[in-house]
């Protein structure tokens, strides 16, 4: 009876080591022009998005994983904040990791400067490939043509930073991904002060934790997203006087969520702001369409008071 005992711990301890390895595919990446940071990372692993990605605003970011050493994220930041490359970050933490051939990861700092590392044990099929602007690595893959085609993806699709890591991970995926199969994906991308009310860097910080469908699921997220981001931004120069610089942004926010009637409402505060008398009534009767609760909202907001005895407003609101 001992024996079996024995065994059976010896079995499940068996098996949480090899559930403790973050057996997936990562790709971290800087925007030139935004100077946006950022780590898109999907596995067949619970929440991988609490773990692999790290990124700091006008430092870097950086994804550990394979048996991820999670202080590598903090401390790589560190180190890329004073100074080092990113190929020194590899060396000094690897310098002081009690098993550093089972590690993998990737960075990316503020200059554009990468480096990616893959320890000797990691489970095959793993490696990584890195250039300017960005780093793709992967364990426990279907082949080297998940990092291949995630690097093919992200060096020639446009958009937003956010846009090209995403489309990097649906092409991971696409090659074959995970070997395990896929239950998890996260995106973090961070820039400076564009959190809510520019308190935080946080820009884009979405998980799906679990899923049977993480890529589109993290994609439906993804648009809310850049949306949210670009409200965000438009609402902090709003509340520092700047309307006009706002109004951009906020009109491609009301772009990705036609339908959304505070979103509607937001740029119809800020149209108003900049001078847009016509088009801010215009969208905010679109607004209280989809939402009518806002009109009483609207009816003790200070924001429109310029237009408080205006009869369109009257009519929109009554």
Known sequence: MRKIYFFFFLFCGLVW?????????????????????????????????????????????????????????????????????????????????????????????????SATYTGSQCAPW?????????????????????????????????????????????????????????????????????????????AIDIRVDDHTEPFVEIGRLLNYAQMNYAWNEAWTLFRSNKATDALPLMERAASLAPNEGEVLYDLAVIRLAAGKETQALEVLKKAVLANPKLKIQASGDHDFDSIRKNKNFLDIIK
């Open 126 to 202: 793993a490696g990584g490939r890195s250039g300017r602007n960005y780093a793709c690595q992967g364990n426990i893959l279907a082949g080297e043509a998940v990092v291949s085609a995630m690097e093919k993806t992200f060096l020639e699709t446009k958009g937003t930073l956010a846009d090209r890591l995403y489309a990097a991970l649906v092409a991971g995926d696409k090659a074959g991904g995970d070997s395990r199969g896929k239950q998890s994906a996260a995106i973090y991308i961070v820039k400076k002060n564009a959190g809510y009310g520019g308190f935080t860097d946080r």
């Open 17 to 113: 080591s090899q559930d403790q390895s973050i057996n997936t595919f990562s790709i971290v990446g800087r925007d030139s022009v935004t100077g946006e940071l950022g780590v898109a990372v999907a596995s067949r692993f619970f929440a991988v998005g609490s773990v692999v990605p790290w990124a700091r605003a006008d430092v870097g970011a950086v994804a550990t994983q394979s048996y991820a050493n999670t202080s590598f994220g903090w401390r790589g930041l560190e180190l890329l904040e004073k100074g080092a490359t990113p190929d020194q970050v590899v060396k000094i933490l690897l310098q002081s990791d009690p098993d550093p051939d089972r590690r993998q990861f990737g960075i990316v700092g503020a200059d554009g400067q």
